[in-house]
């Protein structure tokens, strides 16, 4: 069965950083690409940033650039969102979702349905101080 699982949310202070993970089972890594998406009370969702298959290309959106970081490790299918010097605006419940009709090397941070057809149930993550 096909599954994505965030995990490591949790409350922060601005300037904090913290790692989100999403454990994939049921498919190889290698076979998709990984997007993060984020969506706040009252907004839609957005796009975060994404992996390709094989890692080989990452991409960012212009608010996390910088401070953002996504990496893929293979062998324990997991992706990875390194989340440093957090803002409040940051604050939002992130998800994370596999794209089978990418090509090798692309990766989109669109919101996508007919592309990201399978979602985790994600992970709260808050900025405060």
């Known amino acids: 069965q096909l599954q994505l699982v965030e995990s490591g949310g949790g409350l922060v202070q601005p300037g904090g950083s913290l790692r989100l993970s999403c454990a994939t089972s049921?498919?190889?890594?290698?076979?998709?690409?990984i997007g993060w998406f984020r969506q706040a009370p009252g907004k839609e969702r957005e796009g975060v940033s994404c992996i390709s298959r094989h890692g080989s290309v990452t991409y960012y959106a212009d608010s996390v650039t910088g401070r953002f970081t996504i990496s893929g490790d293979n062998a324990k299918t997991t992706v990875y969102l390194q989340m440093n010097n957090l803002k409040p605006e940051d604050t939002a419940h992130y998800y994370c979702?596999?794209?089978?009709?990418?090509?090798?090397?692309?990766?989109?941070?669109?919101?996508?349905?007919?592309?990201?057809?399978?979602w985790g149930q994600g992970t709260q993550v808050t900025v405060s101080s």
């Open positions: 979702a596999a794209d089978f009709t990418s090509s090798p090397g692309t990766c989109t941070i669109l919101h996508d349905k007919r592309r990201y057809a399978y």
């Open positions: 049921g498919f190889a890594l290698r076979s998709s690409a």
